[in-house]
């Protein structure tokens, strides 16, 4: 009998921090192991991030596809003004409003992207959290 039952699964993945603020960072998380929809996105960062209005960071979670040169932003959240994260606190990422986007399919690269804005604040790294659903 296949395993085909609906079931929620949590990856649980650490992603390095970038402790210079002008610099950026894309790191391999994980691969979706079965077709499946991304429900949540949590970062819990080892240190405060304070946001700023001009010169700060955007964090988010891309989909590479199964040929790795996809994309697709699955969630995405700007460290702007008065957008702050406490360290050691989950802290959700804002999903795509486009349905379509949260849809992946067995062998999906996800990436884990920080990229500055300006001259940037830096990202202490930490914990992504990625809850998923069976299609």
Same mark, same amino acid.
């Given at each position: ?12 993945? +650490? ?8 610099? +950026? +960072? +894309? %790191? ?22 304070? /946001? ?65 804005? /300006?001259? /940037? ?11 998923? %659903?069976?299609?």
């Amino acid at each position: 009998m296949a395993d085909t039952a609906p079931y929620v699964r949590v990856l649980e993945v +650490d992603v390095p921090a970038v402790s210079t603020a002008g610099n +950026d +960072d +894309d %790191s391999v998380i994980a691969q979706a192991p079965f077709d499946c929809t991304v429900t949540a996105v949590e970062y819990v960062p080892e240190a405060a991030i304070t /946001g700023a209005a001009t010169n700060n960071r955007t964090v988010s979670l891309v989909n590479k596809g199964q040929a790795g040169s996809g994309s697709t932003t699955v969630a995405s959240l700007n460290f702007d003004n008065g957008v702050n994260a406490t360290a050691n606190n989950e802290r959700t990422i804002t999903l795509s409003a486009t349905a379509a986007n949260l849809v992946l399919a067995a062998g999906d690269t996800l990436q884990w992207r920080s990229i500055h804005i /300006g001259t /940037g604040i830096t990202d202490p790294g930490g914990l992504v959290r990625i809850t998923i %659903s069976r299609n």
